[in-house]
């Protein structure tokens, strides 16, 4: 039977399947957003806990960076683990993160509770490299962007959402603060375990299997499963693991550049927002945390997700995201004494801010482009420094924004994050190529015939 490379799995309209897979690696998607933005509602009373004075010490940037730096080593070695297979480790990821969510209701002190949130971070980084993969292998051409942008960017802003409302009952309910932030840390756990039947019911992907396993049966039996009928498929990709990734390293590296420079950008607000930001608002990090997510970035994203990431395409989304949030900080630092006043338009800018930054964040930092823009062959390994890449920049902002926001003050923070935005930008126009619309090997250029397989 001859081949038609993927063009089958690529055609295919948006159905069943593809809203499974899209559940099944959302909802640990929705875990990590749960896990990394919970810290930045509780770390207060984390802190008030422990005996620590205030936010901007050490012991409070090792707390909030812990998970971040545990992610890029989850990364490192999952992404390599996963040239082994996408599904093998799948659940594994979620595993981890289920078992430190708990650990974390018996840590005795701070040194412990940050190793376990270390640990917390390996399972994170497993499922940024793992989950991407999975979707964008699984996906169709003209849906790719969307399946991308909501089961990551939707699922992850919802969870940290989830982490700040269960705050806010627990306190409503009169629960002790030493005893609230350990149940919020925990609760992590349960979205973890929900999906681990499903992630291990996932079939393996038909462009690993074909490409690298070379399992001719079992990747035409995934692609009948989405596409109804059995088709050619191309042969096993025989060329060396360096001379490709040589090949497409301009281009990956170039990917988790971008993830490293909004990383920094948005970390400084997810971290430190909730406490420093808010604090100057009149508002407690929890109440600060919920409104942005439900007011602001939900809408946002969905919008974004669904209607423009696969319309208008990627570069367009992040440029002018990027544009629009620098603007919108410029005028929240003109206009600080007039903030001070009035609360009000503090909130209504920063929230601005958030929408717009949400473009970036529905690429970058939904880990599209490393999944996009590198062939089979290396794609996990390729992701995995992508997200090495975000982890970087996000654990920069966990320990040096709260010491430029103690020292140098609000608005020299602020220019900071300003700067970041305009180089966000003009990276974007410079080191990637557009990718909506186009099919994963057309964006990789991987050569399919057997000739060149060998």
């Not at 964008?136 to 990551?152: I, K, M, Q, T």
């Not at 939904?366 to 794609?379: D, K, N, W, Y």
Request: aromatic letters at 10%.
């Amino acid at each position: 039977m001859p081949h038609t490379g993927f063009k089958p799995l690529d055609d295919q309209p948006f159905k069943a399947f593809h809203w499974r897979a899209v559940f099944t690696t959302g909802m640990g998607v929705f875990t990590d957003g749960y896990d990394l933005a919970s810290i930045g509602v509780v770390l207060p009373l984390v802190l008030a806990s422990f005996g620590i004075a205030h936010i901007g010490s050490l012991d409070a940037a090792l707390l909030a960076g812990s998970a971040l730096l545990g992610a890029a080593v989850g990364a490192i070695i999952f992404g390599m683990l996963g040239q082994q297979g996408r599904k093998t480790f799948y659940g594994l990821d979620v595993a981890i993160m289920a078992i430190a969510a708990v650990a974390q209701i018996f840590a005795p002190n701070l040194v412990w509770l940050i190793a376990i949130r270390f640990i917390l971070g390996i399972g994170v980084g497993a499922d940024y490299v793992l989950s991407p993969t999975i979707m964008a292998e699984h996906s169709n051409r003209a849906d790719r962007g969307r399946s991308l942008g909501f089961g990551f960017s939707v699922t992850w802003w919802l969870g940290g959402a989830v982490a700040g409302l269960l705050l806010l009952v627990l306190h409503a309910c009169g629960v002790a603060p030493g005893l609230i932030w350990r149940i919020v840390l925990a609760a992590g756990a349960l979205p973890a375990l929900s999906v681990l039947y499903l992630r291990r019911q996932m079939p393996e992907t038909t462009r690993y299997l074909a490409r690298m396993a070379g399992d001719t049966e079992a990747a035409r039996a995934v692609t009948v499963t989405v596409t109804g009928q059995a088709q050619g498929l191309p042969p096993v990709d025989r060329r060396s693991f360096g001379s490709v990734f040589c090949a497409h390293a301009p281009q990956i590296f170039g990917a988790a550049l971008l993830w490293f420079v909004f990383d920094i950008v948005i970390y400084s607000t997810v971290l430190f927002g909730p406490s420093l930001i808010a604090k100057g608002l009149g508002m407690t990090p929890a109440g600060f945390t919920v409104l942005m997510d439900l007011a602001f970035i939900m809408p946002a994203v969905l919008v974004g997700a669904l209607f423009l990431l696969d319309r208008f395409g990627r570069k367009p989304v992040m440029t002018w995201g990027y544009v629009g949030a620098a603007l919108v900080l410029v005028a929240f630092a003109v206009l600080h004494q007039d903030i001070m006043h009035n609360p009000v338009l503090g909130l209504v800018l920063f929230g601005a801010f958030n929408m717009l930054i949400m473009g970036p964040s529905m690429v970058s930092g939904s880990g599209i482009l490393g999944v996009e823009l590198a062939p089979t062959r290396i794609r996990t390994v390729a992701q995995g420094i992508t997200v090495v890449g975000g982890r970087l920049g996000a654990s920069l902002s966990a320990f040096v924004f709260p010491l430029l926001f103690v020292k140098l003050g609000e608005n020299a923070a602020i220019g900071l994050l300003v700067g970041l935005s305009i180089v966000g930008a003009i990276l974007t126009q410079v080191v990637i190529p557009e990718t909506a619309g186009r099919s994963l090997e057309d964006l990789s250029g991987e050569v399919m015939d057997a000739a060149a397989a060998e």
